[in-house]
């Protein structure tokens, strides 16, 4: 079995170093350590050496199949990485639509849901209505009920495995053997990659995908389908199967047909709403994952991947968006600072400059202003200039935001994305100024004070240890030591003050989120006394911190 494996990972290999040679990638087989005799087999080159090596690349991970399409799909995520030319190029991609025999699909539903597929539904179609690279659609009777069901391509996970460890073993090898590569960590961009192909190879993330989206979505003009969760495992997906037709095919229709402008509408609002209210979207909105149904509403499929943003950074995106749309480069500079993409605050004015040059460039593109801000940032080798880092989230919502935007301009030439992020982004930030939201951060920061005064003693009695013990030398007469035991007191009360401060803040946001028959200009009144005296209070601190300083 071992001795199997071993031969079907050589001979894999060596499918992998003829279709790199057969695309002019030799000095790569080379450098790799691959086998050179390969090249004198070969016959089979690619026609058009001069074509565009990104082209070439795409035509690699295409040929490869299935686990080599998919890491080109989530190597479109990482433009920082690859740059914004080659992550276009890989969005290309298409999925493998290779077709698994029905006698093998009729297995794995039974070896999944442990019944006979007759004893399961009324009626099974037994030839696909699509397919793709991990598995296919089927369409059925459930409970007299229309259903999709969406089964893995049977040996699939198998044939994945072992193409996710030949990978590591090449990324072991360019990490060692190509240096200009070296510092992008190829071996864990492909364990990142290995994660999302586990959870893409478990259909029960897709289905908890979806139902989180629905309960999400339920009062909009947008429809998730329903999950059949009792008949949902890791190799077999059952939904309700939607009415309607691809966005594709709404695309190409003359415009009389639908209503373009009004699909446009309903889909960017939905998205948008995704990302700054929920914090939780489809991170893959291309038109084949966007359905119109008969009744001119918009139905989303294929949750497979989607994309998770914190308050924090909702917040930080929504000002982005909001700077942006004011193009003020210095407040975009510093935001970007504020979100920890640049780094080095004292190169705040050399990014603005940058920004500035940038969105001169692309005047007139108001939405896309952060999607051309940050292809400006990777085509002006700015990354490296700056030490700028992008994490995955912000490039995962940069490409979904870049089909999102062209996507609207298909359906309507004249579509203005910004005129529907603009008031989101807004209400975004004054939300933060809202009693609830100003009471979870008040909450936060007494959780963090409260947790530095609990160890402060500690810590304060680890430091009188260390010179007890004679590890610090250090010369005080008492004067100098009165005047230390005073600035630590003074430290302590401070300390102190500002965990009353945090705990009335507390309090009083509490207090303000409820009714009460007393109020002052709508607010509860002892919420608003609670307030006032935490204002009192923190001008106090603030002063004494001030003093102590010599600031005053």
Known sequence: MVLSTQRKNIARMNEIARVLIKYG???????????????????????????????????????????????????????????????????????????????????????????????????????????????????????????????QHYGIEEKVKSDLKIMHALADRIHKNVSALTPYNIPGLIDVFQRDMHKELDYTFEAMNMLHLGSLLKDDEVYVPEVYSDYTTKRVLIMEYLEGVSLNKVIAAPDDEYDKEKIATVGVDSFIKQILVHGFFHADPHPGNIFVLDDDRLAFVDFGMVGHLNDDLKGDIAKLFVFLSQRDA????????????????SNLKEVEYEIIDIMDRYYGMEFNDLTAIMRGIMEDGLLKKYEIVIPRDIMMLVRALSMVNDVGKQLCPDFNTTDIIRPYALRMVGQNFKPGRLAARATETYVDIENMARKLPTSLNNIFEVFENGNVKLSLDYDDFQMLVGLVSRIVNEIVLAIIIAALLVGSSLIMNTQSTISFYGYPILGFIGFSFSAVLGVILVILILMRGNYL
């Open 25 to 151: 990638f030799n000095v790569l087989v080379s450098r790799l350590g691959l086998s050179y005799n390969i090249l004198l087999r070969n016959k089979d080159i690619h026609d058009d050496m001069s074509e565009d090596t990104n082209v070439r690349i795409r035509m690699v991970l295409q040929e490869l199949g299935t686990t080599f399409i998919k890491l080109g799909q989530t190597l479109s995520t990482y433009p920082n990485l690859i740059g914004f030319d080659l992550a276009d190029e890989l969005s290309k991609l298409q999925e493998d639509n290779s077709v698994t025999d029905y006698e093998l699909i009729k297995t794995t539903i039974e070896e999944e849901l442990g019944k006979p597929v007759d004893e399961i539904f009324e009626e099974f179609s037994k030839e696909p209505i699509a397919s793709a690279s991990i598995g296919q659609v089927h369409t059925a009777f459930l409970n007299n009920k229309l259903v999709a069901v969406k089964v």
């Open 330 to 345: 210095r407040l975009i500079s510093k935001q970007l600072f504020y979100m920890g993409i640049v780094k080095d605050d």
